[in-house]
């Protein structure tokens, strides 16, 4: 338990001192889009803006849904069904993501029909999970593809999927101070996507979708996780409908 705490304190002072950090572009369909620096001028992007690259701690907040204050783009990006979105995260421009311990999660819900994607409330989103990294044997996933600057991660597009507008929301979890109920650092971006080329054979039903603010609470295993520092510790996934490609 002494270690523990010990490492949580030397992981908060670390925290203090580090940037945090936001989704700085994705490539859909081989088209790159920049997204905006937060708090600052919007660039037509599909990627929404957020306030602050501060973490969000309170998973019931309207902050969890895309982030702080998040502001609807501009930009519907196209991308095929069947293909991958591709993202890179960074701390500021051109410095890395700091963290290293937590998982990265990837939802998507359609956009009802009749509305579009830069104009979708997505706290009104019917979010199922297409896309999740946790650890690697004894390394965290964001230890590979996320910290080292230049780096990119890439998520699978259901084919299944229906054409239509949906709304993508990505976030990496940070668990280092996560041992303490309340610990856990939410990161939360989201993306508007127009998807094509789906067969459309698969639909979700509304006890596979879930809300955000709604899907998650402080003490949901995978978000309070008091043995994270543990030697032979194995990180267990928020328990929500996974929709595999």
């Known amino acids: 338990m002494l270690f523990s705490s010990l490492v949580s304190f030397v992981a908060l002072a670390a925290a203090g001192v580090n940037a945090h950090g936001y989704v700085d572009k994705i490539i859909a369909d081989g088209k790159t889009y920049n997204g905006p620096i937060p708090g600052e001028t919007n660039p037509k992007s599909p990627i929404r803006r957020i306030s602050t690259i501060d973490p969000y701690k309170n998973p019931k907040g309207s902050g969890i849904t895309c982030g702080e204050k998040s502001q609807l783009a501009s930009v519907v990006a196209p991308i095929t069904a069947g293909s991958d979105l591709t993202l890179s995260w960074v701390a500021h421009p051109n410095q890395a993501w700091p963290h290293e311990m937590g998982p990265l999660i990837t939802w998507m819900a359609k956009v009802p029909a009749g509305q579009t994607a830069d104009k979708f409330d997505a706290s009104k989103g019917d979010f199922f999970k297409v896309h999740q990294e946790g650890q690697e044997g004894k390394k965290w996933y964001l230890e590979r593809d996320v910290v080292k600057l230049g780096t990119t991660m890439s998520i699978p597009i259901p084919k299944e999927l229906e054409d239509g507008d949906y709304i993508m929301r990505h976030e990496i979890i940070a668990l280092h101070l996560a041992d303490n109920k309340g610990g856990a650092e939410f990161y939360t971006s989201c993306f508007q996507l127009k998807v094509t080329g789906g067969t459309?054979?698969?639909?979700?039903?509304?006890?596979?979708?879930?809300?955000?603010?709604?899907?998650?609470?402080?003490?949901?295993?995978?978000?309070?996780?008091?043995?994270?520092?543990?030697?032979?510790?194995?990180?267990?996934?928020?328990?929500?409908?996974?929709?595999?490609?």
């Open 200 to 245: 459309g054979t698969a639909k979700t039903t509304a006890s596979e979708t879930v809300r955000f603010p709604g899907a998650y609470d402080a003490s949901n295993p995978g978000i309070y996780v008091p043995k994270v520092f543990d030697n032979g510790f194995k990180y267990k996934f928020p328990a929500y409908f996974y929709w595999r490609t």
